[in-house]
């Protein structure tokens, strides 16, 4: 039951992303649509915030595909377009975030979270080194033997 | 050695700053699904819309050297109804002129919106297409814009007006941008 519910959920989930470009909103030219569909990826809808326009079943999505496709069919570069939709919504808009001075805690802050656990492994491991393993001395074998023997 | 002791309160050191961070998402009337307006102090942009049932057409310069708000808002949408009652208030008190933008909307719908829940606009433009929406960086309706009199964005709200948004930001924002 829960297996079939789950595979209803699922085929529901594949219906929604396959048809979340409509066929009437693609363009002619497979390049341009290619190149709207590549655009479309990298933008954020602002409306459920974790897909993309390209996926998004939402309105505003549906109005920002059609309108990359009208910027690329007027000659913006891909560049262009995205700047276009970036001036109205902000950095949020892109999936991935620009680096610059205000992502630069996003960016970089696992790479010196690492570097600060690395830093405190090598001094955890430098102050405690291994004593090396001296043979044994005499007295020290005979003890051993004895408490062997004691064992058994 | 104190040094040494002293690294001991390093995690409590992390633990509080995390804690005061989740605190601040834990606090009433944060939304994180809340952005702010790319355009927050750019000029805003030129559009022009046509009039509500049969009226002028809306455009900025309609407003130009003005110190305006517009209402982003439609028929459909639930919020807006919320939010009605204290746009209703502010155009009674007159202390700002409003501009409405109806969103997406047919004609007929929102004349029996404004029927229902009162017209608080000078103005209403139809942005039926929803291209003037999207150069405001509207992601959802109901929004709320306010432009200064050099026809610049100066605040925005996403989301219904409340009578606190109206006492904590938009009249300390008439008061700032000189509203007479």
Known sequence: MIRALAAAAILVGLVHVAFAVEPSEMLSNPTLEARAEAIGRQLRCLVCQNESIEDSGADLAHDLRVLIRERLKAGDTDAQAVKYVVDRYGDFVLLKPPVEPATYVLWFSPFAILAIGAAGAWLYLRRRPVPPDEPLDLNQRRKLERLLLDDQ | ?180
């Open chain 2, 1 to 180: 050695m104190t040094g040494r002791r002293l690294l001991y309160l390093l995690p409590l050191v992390g633990f509080l700053a995390l804690a005061a961070y989740f605190l601040r998402g834990l606090a009433p009337g944060y939304d994180p699904q809340v952005l702010p307006s790319a355009l927050i102090d750019k000029p805003a942009p030129n559009f022009t819309l046509a009039g509500f049932k049969g009226g002028a057409p809306l455009s900025n310069a309609d407003f130009a050297g003005e110190l305006v708000l517009v209402n982003f808002f439609a028929s459909w949408c639930v919020p807006c109804r919320a939010e009605s009652p204290v746009l209703m208030d502010l155009a009674r008190r007159n202390v700002v002129q409003l501009y409405g933008i109806d969103y997406k909307d047919k004609p007929e719908d929102a004349a029996k919106f404004l029927q229902t829940f009162g017209d608080p606009y000078r103005r209403i433009g139809v942005d039926e297409t929803g291209r003037t929406a999207i150069n405001f960086g509207v992601y959802g309706v109901p929004e709320t814009y306010a432009i200064d009199r050099a026809g610049r964005i100066r605040w925005r709200h996403v989301g219904p007006l409340s009578e606190q948004v109206v006492r904590t930001e938009i009249m300390p924002l008439l008061k700032q941008l000189g509203a007479s």
